[in-house]
């Protein structure tokens, strides 16, 4: 039986361990990280693992001496980094003995960096994947080992995305760890797959509403950090308020205005609108018009009147 060290965080990186498991390879050992406060939406991969008497580590750091020791005493046959946080030193590549792999968000050479999922939400993108690839120093880089694509739906949102991207995570890796234990994996260089896209890391003020620009821009903003990311939020003299979620609409409202309408308040863009769903001012979230109204006109947003 083929042997594995797997590196592992979210989501994605609990089913992609699953399907691992699924595969026959077994794992010595986890490494990953405590989950955080805002992350009880998800079952991490340290649940997973202890139940399959699994060692979990849960390092400061990566990259210390001390775990490359305990890695390379171990003799792995595989190391997988399944939505790892850390970028892994080149040495730790060298240890595994059918080598090193990781499981990335999108369809690889296009969308390399930090959260594809995000990004290919935020600049409209209608189709998406994952892709297992083999490690290199460079981030996101090495042959392609296997992809699965996604189709996105108009109203996706990340959470959404991300799900089905674990969903397919396991399936990937159940499909391709047995073939790489036996050698028969075919491996495809991104190089003849076209040029790749880089993006980079995403900050709670990137989610800054443009209302001087397209409503649809807004709207695939909107979804890109929906809950449980931060939601992006309008900007307004008194303070800001987040959208947690809103739909376009046909009413019409000025833009960098809002109007309360029996359908509910609407926010307007250069070109269009979006009816507002549900709306945060600080820790309090309400989907009532009249809160949203009437935080707006707290905030000083410009109101527009019939």
Not at 48 to 57: D, F, K, M, N, Q
Not at 181 to 196: I, K, Y
Not at 237 to 261: D, I, N, S, Y
């Amino acid at each position: 039986m083929a042997t594995a060290i797997v590196c592992a965080y979210s989501p994605v990186g609990r089913e992609a361990l699953a399907g691992l498991l699924d595969a026959g390879i077994e794992v010595l050992a986890l490494y990953t990280y405590p989950q955080g406060a805002d992350e009880s939406w998800f079952v991490p991969p340290a649940v997973l693992a202890r139940e399959r008497g699994i060692p979990v580590a849960m390092e400061p750091s990566f990259n210390a001496d001390h775990v490359y020791e305990a890695i390379a005493g171990l003799r792995p046959d595989f190391l997988f980094s399944f939505y790892f946080r850390e970028m892994i030193q080149a040495r730790f590549l060298e240890l595994p003995r059918l080598g090193a792999y990781n499981l990335h968000g999108s369809m690889l050479p296009r969308y390399r960096g930090r959260a594809p999922i995000n990004w290919v939400l935020l600049r409209g993108e209608t189709e998406t994947g994952i892709t297992l690839h083999a490690m290199t120093p460079k981030p996101d880089d090495g042959d392609i080992l296997g992809q699965a694509a996604l189709p996105i739906a108009w109203d996706e949102t990340a959470l959404s995305l991300t799900l089905r991207c674990a969903e397919a995570g396991r399936g990937l890796v159940r499909e391709v760890a047995p073939r790489l234990a036996d050698g028969s994996a075919v491996r495809v260089s991104q190089r003849t797959l076209g040029p790749s896209t880089y993006f980079g890391g995403r900050k709670p003020e990137d989610g800054r509403l443009d209302l001087a620009g397209s409503a649809r821009d807004g709207f695939n903003l909107i979804r890109a950090v929906a809950d449980p990311w931060p939601n992006a939020f309008v900007a307004a003299p008194g303070g800001a308020a987040k959208v947690a979620w809103a739909l376009p609409t046909a009413a019409p409202c000025p833009p960098g205005r809002f109007r309360e309408t029996p359908e509910g308040v609407l926010l307007g863009f250069k070109d269009a609108a979006l009816r507002i769903h549900a709306l945060r001012l600080g820790e309090v979230r309400s989907e009532r018009p009249t809160d949203h109204a009437r935080w707006f006109r707290e905030l000083g947003l410009p109101e527009a009147h019939s």
